[in-house]
């Protein structure tokens, strides 16, 4: 009886799993993928109905991840427009930095997971760094205000490491590793109070999720902290203050109690959301956690969704519905591939595309900083114009430091050291 048992699971493996690894006509003929991905694109360019080139759209998605056709996925993004990829760029000007402080021995290193060092613009004033064993709190000039140590026992502190308040308190998680706790420190370290994680936000009658401390960090007046309480995606947002017993908000929305603009995107890894500035539209990006959706990951643009290879950074433009998204390349053939920026207006049309990452907001308000591959940095404008691009050196002639945080309107910013301290980061201002 048992080999019967398994026919059934080889016969869904094959035909329900991995439906597009060979495409079967109706009249039995076999095609490949390629083939078929481009037979429907060449319908997708000519249908006329918007509801029928939809299905297509979603078709063509499909077959070119099997086919290993980026083009076409890239073309239904444009919406059948050409490319428009910025590369003519102003001579960069050399800004020579002054070193303020080394963080000794926190090293950067792209891609890492956890990111570390955890960088935030908190409150008008104050930046945080972390990583999982140590805290900075620096003042809007660059300086230490306080800098304190981690008592771990097994835990690491998630990815979020510790959040300080402007008076140099602070609080943690996962002293002992999945304590679901937030611990909280006084400014020279003394222990001072702990709180449950079901006890911010009790899990309902049904509710799965773990208590975890999925992350927290100080709202824009220094008054207490935003936390988010929950596995997978988070049970919900509240805030608490640092009293014992704490005073405690439930359901409150993050993004209005954060620094502005410096929470970004939140939510579960193959759901994420981030608001405009007016809090009355949000761009979400979902992903389904294997397959094709999960490489093809949709946006919810303002009157459409697109879907781009991989992921990355997303969200608006200061005080616009204008939108980016990140696509860090093709993740079927990543040679060569490019981590570019998309632009889609203010009704999700396409724009056009730059070979960089977004770096920061610009001081005025309005533009964005990108960083291209070889740190050069470019203030575009919402019209997509290069408005201004700098090199940032630490000595004349020196080869660029890499900025990896940046606050134009305070001058100051994070870099790397040159090569042989292992990247090692340095809070510098120009």
Avoid at 133 to 159: F, M, Q, S, Y
Avoid at 174 to 179: F, G, H
Avoid at 306 to 326: A, K
Wanted: charged share 25%.
């Amino acid at each position: 009886m048992k080999p019967l048992r398994i026919v059934p699971l080889l016969f869904l493996t094959v035909f329900v799993f991995l439906p597009w690894v060979i495409v079967i006509h109706a009249n039995g003929q076999e095609t490949d993928p390629a083939a078929k991905a481009t037979e429907l694109h060449g319908q997708w360019k000519k249908e006329k109905d918007l509801v029928h080139r939809n299905e297509l759209a979603d078709q063509v998605i499909r077959a070119s991840y099997y086919g290993d056709k980026p083009e076409y996925v890239e073309d239904i993004a444009r919406d059948g427009e050409p490319q428009r990829l910025l590369t003519a760029f102003p001579k960069p000007g050399e800004v020579r930095l002054q070193a303020i402080t080394r963080l000794a021995g926190v090293n950067y290193q792209a891609g890492n997971y956890p990111a570390s060092p955890v960088i935030r613009r908190i409150t008008e004033d104050r930046i945080e760094v972390w990583t999982t064993k140590e805290g900075w709190l620096l003042d809007a000039e660059g300086r230490i205000k306080n800098h304190v140590v981690v008592p771990r026992r097994d835990g690491t502190g998630r990815e979020w490491f510790g959040a300080f308040l402007p008076d140099g308190r602070w609080i943690t998680t996962d002293i002992w590793e999945m304590d679901k706790t937030v611990t909280g420190y006084s400014a020279d370290g003394k222990w001072l109070w702990e709180i449950k994680g079901a006890q911010i936000f009790p899990p309902g009658k049904d509710d799965e999720t773990q208590s975890l401390i999925g992350w927290a960090r100080s709202d824009r007046d220094g008054e207490g902290w935003i936390v988010s309480v929950g596995s997978e995606g988070g049970r919900g947002y509240a805030w608490i203050d640092g009293s014992n017993p704490a005073h405690i908000k439930r359901d409150v929305n993050p993004w209005k109690l954060a620094y502005p603009r410096a929470l970004g995107s939140r939510g579960y890894y193959c759901f994420l959301s981030v608001p405009n500035d007016e809090f009355d539209f949000e761009l979400h990006r979902a992903a389904t956690f294997h397959g094709v959706d999960s490489s093809f990951p949709s946006y919810g643009l303002p009157n459409r969704s697109v879907q781009l290879p991989s992921d990355g950074t997303f969200g608006f433009w200061p005080d616009s519905m204008q939108t980016y998204i990140e696509s860090d390349g093709w993740t079927t053939s990543t040679e060569g591939a490019q981590h570019r920026t998309w632009f889609f207006d203010k009704k999700g049309r396409y724009q056009g595309e730059i070979v960089a990452a977004y770096l920061a907001d610009a001081d005025n308000n309005r533009d964005l900083l990108f960083l291209t591959p070889d740190q050069m940095v470019l203030q575009l404008t919402p019209n997509l114009k290069v408005k201004k691009t700098r090199r940032f050196v630490w000595k004349e002639g020196d080869k660029s430091a890499q900025p990896i945080f940046l606050q134009e309107d305070l001058r100051i910013g994070i870099f790397t050291q040159p090569k042989g301290l292992k990247n090692e980061v340095v809070l510098a201002r120009w």
